[in-house]
């Protein structure tokens, strides 16, 4: 988090208080002028039953008015494909996605991306509801990016770092942009894992992959099948258990934590800002042996806990990077100011981090903006005497 009205940069990072803007119909503003009518009641009952029957055909176009989703544009996106509706009226985008109606999607895509063999998603109780997780991995799956998904399981576990179920495959649905980050005024609509995909959620999805280039699919089997990391310290390892055991949560404004909280005053789900991410693993985590660590970070903005290292304490080639150390991203890279860095995460090692970004926690390769806009690195396990 760097500070309240920030735009969001190419991270997704420094995002600010927006606005829920609503346009609120006044239905009196078209309700019937009666004149003065004397002894006729007859005339009376008819203009009230006129002023009536104009209601309420004003009604319906209202009330479609207020439910505009904010994935309208996606929606109509896949409704015009031939998915999830045959119109915008019965899309219900606030109802959960059904295993049925998402097994529904598949042949129609198939037509669209074709595959080497069919893709089916497992039926099993056709109204049950389809969580985030199970969405992710099935569009991960069609893309036939399954494999490189399980390859970033597995190098993590070689690693050490007990990756929940499902990392690899978060990994690489953000990789894809699948995921939808809601405005900083909307992070109460924001979803877990294990939450069940509204129908809209889908929508954005099924929208994004449906713009999916071979290349983009390409880049990440390429990106991911460079994924490695090297032999860990054991307190290298201790830090990135913890930062990898995060993977999946929404990127939310001022989230600091993996449960549901109220870090401005309003009721937030679970989730982490880029700075928030930082202060969970390495200041909020009782480490045991390790009280020194969380003093080391002291302020709680991306621009704060990068001038809290001097010039000559920094980092500052990739190349003299270590895991476990927090890397910073600013608007002019290496010639940034504090004042001007918007981003940090959690360097893994082989050239990938971790962070929390308009797509969620999730890994990255430490390539393209992040590259670009590196500042400089800081070692907490150093400052605090653990390396």
Request: hydrophobic share 40%.
């Amino acid at each position: 988090m760097r500070h309240l009205g920030a735009t969001e940069d190419a991270a997704g990072c420094r995002r600010g208080h927006s606005g829920d803007t609503r346009v609120q119909s006044d239905p009196g503003s078209n309700s019937l002028k009666l004149g003065v009518i004397a002894a006729d009641r007859g005339c009376m009952r008819a203009l009230v039953v006129a002023a009536a029957v104009l209601t309420a055909a004003l009604l319906p176009a209202t009330a479609q008015a207020a439910k505009r989703s904010w994935a309208q544009p996606q929606i109509d996106q896949v409704i015009a494909a031939g998915l999830l509706a045959p119109s915008v009226a019965g899309f219900e985008p606030d109802a959960q996605l059904t295993r049925s109606a998402l097994a529904e999607v598949f042949p129609v895509l198939e037509l669209r991306r074709p595959r080497a063999r069919p893709y089916r998603f497992a039926l099993g109780f056709p109204d049950a509801p389809v969580t985030i997780r199970e969405l992710n991995g099935a569009l991960v799956s069609f893309l036939d990016l399954g494999d490189s998904a399980r390859a970033i399981t597995a190098q993590l576990r070689t690693a050490g770092l007990a990756p929940k179920v499902g990392a690899g495959t978060e990994t690489v649905a953000r990789l894809l942009g699948l995921r939808y980050n809601h405005p900083a005024g909307s992070d109460e609509l924001e979803l877990g894992l294990h939450d069940p995909a509204t129908r809209a959620e889908a929508a954005y999805s099924l929208a994004r992959l449906l713009q999916l280039s071979d290349w983009e699919t390409a880049k990440v089997r390429e990106q991911t099948a460079a994924f490695t990391l090297p032999v860990l310290t054991e307190w290298q390892g201790r830090i990135l258990r913890r930062a990898v055991s995060f993977i999946g949560y929404p990127y939310v404004w001022g989230g600091t934590s993996e449960l549901p909280q109220q870090p401005l005053g309003r009721p937030v789900p679970a989730g982490f800002d880029c700075s928030g991410y930082i202060w969970r693993v390495f200041k909020l985590e009782p480490y045991e042996g390790a009280s020194a660590l969380a003093t080391v970070l002291r302020g709680r903005s991306t621009y704060e806990l990068a001038g809290e290292v001097g010039p000559a304490k920094r980092i500052r080639r990739l190349s003299s990077l270590q895991p476990g150390d927090v890397i910073f991203q600013g608007d002019r890279g290496a010639s940034s100011p504090p004042s001007q860095v918007g981003h940090a995460g959690v360097y893994l090692g082989g050239g990938w981090f971790a962070h929390s970004s308009r797509y969620g926690t999730t890994l990255h390769p430490l390539d393209g903006w992040y590259r670009d806009r590196f500042a400089w690195g800081r070692r907490p396990l150093r400052e605090a005497g653990l390396a």
